[in-house]
Nanobody
Framework: QVQLVESGGGLVQAGGSLRLSCAAS????????IGWFRQAPGKEREFVAA????????YYSDSVTGRFTISKDTYVNTAYLQMNSLKPEDTAVYYC????????????????WGQGTQVTVSS
């Protein structure tokens, strides 16, 4: 239904910055959020950040608060994740979903994700 393409990942040294993009095509949902999870090898996928489609309220995991900023351009159905002060612990594949919601935890309603973009932070 909704297709997502992530881009912007790469290799960066600790303290550097990257800007990820998530372009959504197809139907989006105003009652949900678009945002990012990440998954490192051997670890479970974890929530990173989200922004509501309808009111632009943003949400961040404790591990990235103050360093990452999520934004979106509703006109082109694209979300951005500006990642500053990157740490080796941020190394992961970053995935985007367009229908995130928080109940007792953040989740994707549809379970539809992009293919991911690799972020590698060297020390």
């Amino acid at each position: 239904q909704v297709q997502l393409v992530e881009s912007g990942g790469g290799l960066v040294q600790a303290g550097g910055s990257l800007r990820l993009s998530c372009a959504a095509s197809g139907r989006t949902f105003n009652t949900y959020a678009i945002g990012w999870f990440r998954q490192a090898p051997g670890k479970e996928r974890e929530f990173v950040a989200a922004i509501n489609w309808g009111d632009d309220i943003t949400y961040y995991s404790d591990s990235v608060t103050g360093r990452f900023t999520i934004s979106k351009d509703t006109y082109v159905n694209t979300a951005y994740l500006q990642m500053n002060s990157l740490k080796p612990e941020d190394t992961a594949v970053y995935y985007c979903s367009a229908d995130l919601r928080y109940g007792s935890y953040w989740h994707s309603k549809s379970g539809v994700w992009g293919q991911g973009t690799q972020v590698t932070v060297s020390s």
